[in-house]
């Protein structure tokens, strides 16, 4: 089934040049039926087929749904919304950046799906290194495989200049254990989101995904 329609991407179209609170309210009617809702089922759908295969996905698509609202406290840009649906499926949704979890973005430009373990703590970037010392080619076996490359291309990630001692020789045989983030991710066309097997499509990049995710999991948990 196709969850969304034509008017998803033509509202948030719409949404760009017309970045108020005054035209969003008289459009909210149309918000709720063509972007809140449909896109709230959807990610209800890919919970729902995330636990059938992880059981530690107890979670809602409301725990998981960014707000369209723009924090626009420190920021120059003062639009009141942003231009696009966003989540973050994890154990613990858009509250925990650093649990490894899926972040899809749905917006007129691309639908982005991306695997992450986005914000580590201190601590837990060190089990993460600690790990991937401990097992190098099992974690290169994780991102090297034809799916995930074909997929997803890369790990990426800001870097830390400098690493502790102890991880600096295995730095030489694998460059990631100098990240302080790691994603993966890629982008598919706009006109992908009213297709009917999106929900069969993006769980197939997160069955892509999960290995090394679950290795950073086992990590840091």
Same mark, same amino acid.
């Given at each position: 089934m196709s969850y969304f329609t034509d008017d998803f991407s033509e509202f948030f179209k719409e949404l760009t040049v017309n970045n108020n609170t005054e035209w969003f309210h008289a459009n909210k009617e149309r918000y709720e039926k063509s972007v809140k809702e449909p896109f709230e089922a959807f990610v209800e759908k890919i919970i729902e087929e995330i636990c059938i295969l992880d059981t530690d996905y107890q979670i809602t698509s409301k725990e998981c749904i960014f707000r369209l609202h723009r924090d626009v406290r420190f920021s120059k840009d003062k639009s009141s919304y942003k231009l696009f649906s966003s989540a973050a499926i994890s154990t613990n949704g858009r509250k925990n950046k650093s649990l490894p979890g +899926?972040?899809?973005?749905?917006?007129?430009?691309?639908?982005?799906? +991306?695997?992450r373990c986005y914000q580590p703590s201190s601590l837990q970037l060190h089990k993460i290194r600690a790990a991937i010392s401990a097992d190098t080619k099992g974690f290169r076996f994780l991102i090297d495989n034809e799916d995930f490359k074909e997929k997803f291309g890369s790990v990426r990630g800001e870097i830390n200049k400098r690493i502790p001692k102890e991880f600096q020789s295995a730095l030489k045989n694998e460059p990631l254990i100098a990240n302080k983030q790691f994603y993966y991710g890629t982008t598919l066309p706009p006109e992908t989101i009213t297709n009917h097997n999106l929900d069969s499509l993006i769980m197939e990049y997160w069955k892509t995904m999960q290995p090394l995710n679950n290795f950073f999991n086992k990590a840091i948990l």
């Open positions: +899926m972040y899809i973005r749905f917006s007129p430009e691309n639908i982005t799906i +991306m695997g």
